[in-house]
């Protein structure tokens, strides 16, 4: 679980790696979803296909969506990426009957989890894999990919099957009071986001039956907790008249849902301000606006078409004589791959455009070097400037 | 190595005038001086001194070759006699560090007059004038042996032996006239002895015992190996057990011929040796008959090429006309030797012993055709067991053998190793490191046949790396390796196989447990999804 931690001057590749963790998270979506029952019935309908094959002996097989950028496509006029419907169908042999025994057995403790009305976290799934001997998972990602498998074969929201995950879905603080209600007496909460002091709200598993009150003018989504913290500090929200969300790495599928469903509500502009790095570029601001390959069957709810990008830009880096560190190995590869295969950033030339002068300039910067020029530098300068033509955001 | 040698003694310090003269600086020795030192000595003073030539260097080196040569001894002489061997070798703790090695067979035995002959005198045999693949070569074995027995424990080497029912059966003790080269008999007597015919040779001397490797049941082991129509008991010092390795042939080995020398082996001492000793009295009826594969055309294009009458006798060839003779004899062509005279295992014997003795489930065999180094016919032979209990993750172990001889030392220096490490097994499914044996669960033996191996030295230990020689090694090695390969790839794929096929039974039941729980079926009908879902897999497992 990536967690907002203070950002360190040199960011590290393990954070890297705990960023990526968090793109495989959350959310329980629309009443567009199936419900409880057809779940149930989706399930019993795949193994009584695998049953019957046995039975026919013939070789039993199941095909699940492929889930890569390669199976989706972006569709600008809907904001999202769409699936492609690219199946990849995983026949009973050799190499696979493990995965074949696995899914399986993880729909059958889904349909349980169901039909008792309970829920399993992903680690705790992972938990009770191991009651099932030769079967058990021996890493808890063995487990995450067979239930995502299980989701896009379903075409569903994992909390639909039962599965919850561990990580929360991001902060809040600003000009907002969301609207909960109390789990046991159902009265209605109102959680003023401007009453956190240096603290903030968290975004719940949940947010589809959340309700908002804002007279704010934009939502502010911002990469690293260390930035979020400083704005939160200074109370910049008071000041620009914005809601600060911190994304925490790459957001999780609640916080995406979050900023989406609010955005919506009160048609509110959503700017985003990460790290000027291919990371920043096509990972996190890229799967908050149009979702992720990964989930490609939940993009239409976990994306924000909305948004757009605020800093830090290659641009900046002069703009703003900001320092910088090299490019590593895997930035470049990162932001060729992103070049070559990301139907987001191929269908929007500014966007190859920063990435190709990115190459070029062979430097990546962190929100946080702007404090080269005075720790409020972001407040009373950057911000203030950038705000003034938001016009000029990359898409 | 001749009978007699002379040797000189360079040392100033015994001469006497260099003692009157003790102020005076060291004398140069004088022609007179040094005539006063130079004398003839034995054969046998000469083996004192140089025991390591003969394989006697340490005391467990030292047990095995007096066994060996014993061994070597009576399988040759039960081969000639057309007596399929029967031997036992025992080994009698005397004293710390002192055994009595007693090796008995039930050959043709020896005539009485000849037996002070054999094993008293060194150089004495019947091999050594021959051209004909046997086990010792030179004749020095026993005796040498006898005399380590009587160098260390001064005891004399006691022979006893029956030639037939007809005549008793004579035992002797022999020592040996180290300054003579002379047998002295120093008792003689009838003693019973209950097989028809047959040969026993006792032997005390100082040695250490050992196992493994270089140890006595390895020899004799591999012995039996290599010899599929012998059957050898074996009684250890320790009161172990008598292992008995069986016989797995009753097929004696094809009697191997006696040929004459192939003017390519000559040289120009050997020439003219022969010329001085042949009884032709010209010298294109010298060639025709001293030599394998020279009829008179032949004779006439040697001798007439070397510029020489063909009507000249041989005793008048002078060394600088021999050794024109010599070089012309390399300019002509001449058929390759008659290869009668070699007496290979064969490739089903192999297999047969290499069945007896070893276990393993994989063997294979080749023998090659006969081919010629220098003049001297020689055959190739390679056998192999693979798997079974062997450890798979050590070297192989690599059995040499010369003349169905096995060869414990000198691993190293042998071009039977040599070509071993050469050969890519990694090609045929081993693993191997550079220039190391290939490493697997297996035995691997190569043998080498030939009217005269050509040992690095005289104690027989390493054969030399003729080109020819690595060439049939190399083919050999390679024909067996590609039958190795076939057996390991299919091997592997069947271990593959079944590995793949435990791992589907492993999960099915997985299958069978889900389908359950999603679709509610009872025991019956989940135990139906496992067994037909078996079925299937099983059936259309192209693997």
């Avoid at chain 1, 296909?49 to 889930?67: A, D, E, N």
């Avoid at chain 1, 080269?372 to 530098?377: A, M, R």
Wanted: aromatic share 8%.
């Amino acid at each position: 679980m990536a967690k907002k931690k203070p950002k360190t001057a040199a960011r590290s590749r393990s954070k890297r790696v705990g960023r990526k963790r968090t793109t495989t998270s959350r959310k329980k979506s629309a009443a567009k979803t199936p419900s409880r029952i057809d779940v149930v019935r989706r399930i019993r309908g795949e193994a009584r296909g695998v049953h019957s094959k046995i039975l026919k002996r013939r070789t039993p097989s199941m095909k699940f969506p492929l889930r890569s950028l390669a199976n989706v496509v972006y569709r600008p006029a809907k904001g999202y990426f769409q699936i492609k419907g690219k199946k990849k169908e995983r026949t009973l042999t050799v190499g696979t009957v493990k995965t074949f025994a696995q899914t399986l057995r993880m729909m059958a403790f889904s349909k349980e989890l169901v039909e008792t009305d309970d829920i399993a976290t992903k680690r705790e799934a992972y938990y009770v894999s191991k009651n099932w001997d030769e079967a058990r998972f021996s890493e808890q990602p063995e487990s995450d990919a067979v239930m995502e498998d299980v989701e896009a074969l379903f075409g569903v929201n994992r909390e639909q099957l039962g599965f919850i995950p561990e990580e929360k879905g991001g902060d809040v603080a600003g000009r907002l009071v969301v609207i909960d209600s109390d789990r046991e007496t159902g009265e209605e909460l109102r959680i003023d986001c401007t009453r956190f002091g240096s603290g903030a709200y968290s975004i719940p598993i949940s947010v589809e039956d959340l309700q908002f009150e804002t007279d704010a003018t934009f939502i502010l989504a911002i990469e690293t907790a260390g930035m979020f913290q400083r704005l939160v500090k200074h109370s910049y929200w008071r000041q620009a008249d914005c809601i600060l969300v911190s994304l925490g790495g790459v957001p999780t599928r609640a916080c995406r849902r979050f900023i989406r469903r609010l955005s919506d509500a009160r048609n509110l502009p959503v700017y985003v301000f990460v790290d000027g790095d291919p990371y920043g570029y096509s990972n996190i601001y890229r799967t908050l606006k149009v979702g992720s390959g990964n989930a490609a069957h939940l993009n239409e709810f976990f994306c924000v078409p909305q948004a757009r990008f605020l800093g830090v830009t290659p641009d900046d880096i002069t703009e703003y004589d900001l320092p910088t560190h090299p490019l590593k190995e895997v930035d470049v590869k990162r932001a060729k791959d992103a070049l070559k295969n990301d139907p987001f950033i191929r269908h929007h030339r500014q966007w190859q455009q920063a990435l190709e002068q990115q190459i070029r300039m062979g430097v990546r910067v962190e929100q946080q070097a702007l404090a080269k020029h005075g720790l409020n530098y972001v407040i009373d300068e950057y911000l203030p400037r950038k705000m003034s033509d938001t016009a000029a955001f990359l898409p | 190595m001749t009978a007699r040698k002379t040797k000189k003694r360079k040392s100033t310090r015994s001469s006497p005038r260099t003692k009157k003269t003790t102020a005076a600086p060291r004398k140069r020795a004088t022609a007179k001086s040094m005539a006063a030192q130079q004398r003839e000595i034995s054969v046998s003073e000469f083996f004192t001194k140089n025991r390591h030539l003969l394989g006697f260097d340490s005391p467990t080196k030292a047990l095995l070759t007096t066994i060996k040569e014993a061994v070597d001894n009576s399988l040759d002489a039960c081969e000639e006699a057309g007596i399929l061997p029967d031997l036992v070798v025992e080994i009698e703790a005397v004293a710390e560090g002192r055994f009595r090695i007693i090796v008995t067979d039930n050959g043709p035995g020896i005539v009485k007059k000849q037996v002070p002959k054999i094993f008293g005198k060194l150089l004495y045999g019947s091999k050594f004038h021959r051209l004909r693949q046997s086990r010792g070569q030179q004749g020095i074995g026993i005796s040498a042996a006898g005399m380590y027995g009587q160098l260390t424990t001064g005891k004399p080497i006691v022979i006893e032996s029956r030639v037939s029912r007809r005549y008793p059966a004579h035992r002797y003790e022999l020592v040996i006239d180290t300054l003579r080269n002379q047998p002295v008999i120093k008792k003689e007597a009838e003693v019973e002895w209950e097989a028809a015919h047959g040969t026993r040779v006792m032997i005390e001397l100082e040695g250490t015992y050992k196992r493994g490797r270089h140890g006595v049941g390895t020899y004799l082991r591999q012995t039996a190996l290599a010899n599929p129509h012998v059957q050898i008991t074996f009684v250890g010092p320790n009161e172990e057990e008598p292992e008995v390795y069986q016989r797995a042939s009753k097929e004696l080995p094809v009697e191997a011929l006696e040929i004459k020398p192939h003017p390519y082996g000559v040289e120009v001492g050997l020439l003219m040796r022969m010329l001085k000793e042949t009884k032709a009295r010209r010298l294109r009826s010298f060639f025709q008959t001293e030599f394998s594969r020279v009829g008179p055309t032949v004779a006439t294009r040697i001798v007439e090429g070397a510029g020489m009458n063909v009507t000249t006798s041989p005793r008048r060839v002078s060394t600088d006309r021999a050794e024109q003779l010599v070089a012309q004899i390399r300019e002509t062509r001449i058929p390759a030797p008659p290869t009668n005279c070699l007496s290979p295992i064969g490739e089903e014997r192999i297999l047969a012993s290499l069945k007896e003795q070893l276990e393993a489930n994989y063997f294979a065999a080749l023998s090659r055709p006969p081919a010629v180094y220098r003049g001297n016919p020689f055959q190739i032979e390679v056998g192999v067991a693979f798997g079974g209990e062997m450890p798979a993750d050590e070297l192989v172990s690599l059995y040499r053998f010369a003349n169905r001889v096995p060869l414990l030392y000198q691993q190293g220096a042998c071009a039977l190793t040599k070509s071993v490490l050469s050969t890519n097994w990694k090609a045929y499914g081993l693993q191997q490191s550079r220039g190391a044996l290939p490493t697997g669960p297996m035995i691997l033996m190569v043998h080498i046949a030939s009217v005269w191996v050509p040992f690095t030295s005289e104690s027989k230990e390493a054969v030399a790396g003729y080109d020819e020689i690595l060439r049939e090694l190399r083919l050999a090695l390679q024909g067996v390796g590609r039958k190795l390969g076939t057996h390991i790839r299919k091997d592997r794929k069947r271990l593959d196989a079944e590995r793949k096929h435990a791992y589907i039974e492993k999960y099915i039941p997985h299958i069978g447990i889900a389908l359950k729980e999603i679709l509610d079926l009872s025991d019956r009908q989940e135990k139906k999804v496992v067994t037909t879902l078996s079925g299937t897999l099983a059936r259309s497992r192209k693997m």
